[in-house]
């Protein structure tokens, strides 16, 4: 049981991260480098608020964490565009633009880690496993997010328009929908994934600047063995690759979690090139 609370608990930690990455990609083409120092901000400005109370932090973490994602995408992404960058220079910008980010954490938060208190306290017994509220709260507020973000996209002309600008974006232009609008629109819903991402991992680990690079391979691995761009993917990545770090941690060799990582994602990309829910117009931008 405590295998499966550790992965499950891992993959709520990653599933809004991947989910974020992947939006970016399949909407504008663009791999978001800069996605662990955005979560380290959210995680690290969470707890330099958390005295005015865990829901006003929170609320004030994820304004915050949209508001770097905007200013990213107007600074980092458009001016480069309109100069007709190509992806890999636009991803380049991406990573640019969360290394400042990362400077900014470290001056205005400090370079230590950053940790915010169990939003609910206490342990609970499950099948002779005493766990902790506080991660069956995550995993439960990572699942509630996760089917918010699927009636979004699955259920709403925003999200059908979303999938069209994904899928064609000249030939949405062509029927009057203004792509640019729905690529910042993607870029906002990020910046809630990787503010979400940054809560989770900071109630139940901690946030420094230099945990930032693990948090982007993570993610990036997750969202590859999921198949980048698929949303449905982001859960099925951050689940492998968790459950790869759990069963590591749980046989006692902690510490080589970057190995395993390697591991999991060249095992999945032997059998499945393109990841496990993977496009054949996906892997053709890859």
Known sequence: MSLIIATLSGAAVLVPLVVAMNLLFRV???????AGHFTVFAGSFAAYFASLGAFTSALLTVLATVVASVVAYFT???PARRANVAPIGLTISTLGFGLVLGWLTHEIFGGAAHNIEPWVGGTVEILGTRVSVQRLVVIGAAAVLLFCLYLIFDRTLIGRTLAAVAQDSELAEMYGVRSR???LLAWVVGGVGLAAGGLFQASLASVSVDTAPILLVNTFVAAVIGGLGSLAG????????????AVTTEIGFGGKES?????????????????LFGSGAIGERV
């Open 259 to 275: 190995v395993v990582v390697l591991l999991v994602l060249a095992a999945v990309l032997v059998v499945r090139p393109r990841g």
């Open 28 to 34: 504008s083409g663009v791999a978001n480098f800069g």
């Open 76 to 78: 980092a992404i458009l």
């Open 234 to 245: 982001s859960v099925a990545g951050a689940v492998v690759l968790s459950a790869g770090i």
């Open 181 to 183: 609008k729905f690529e």
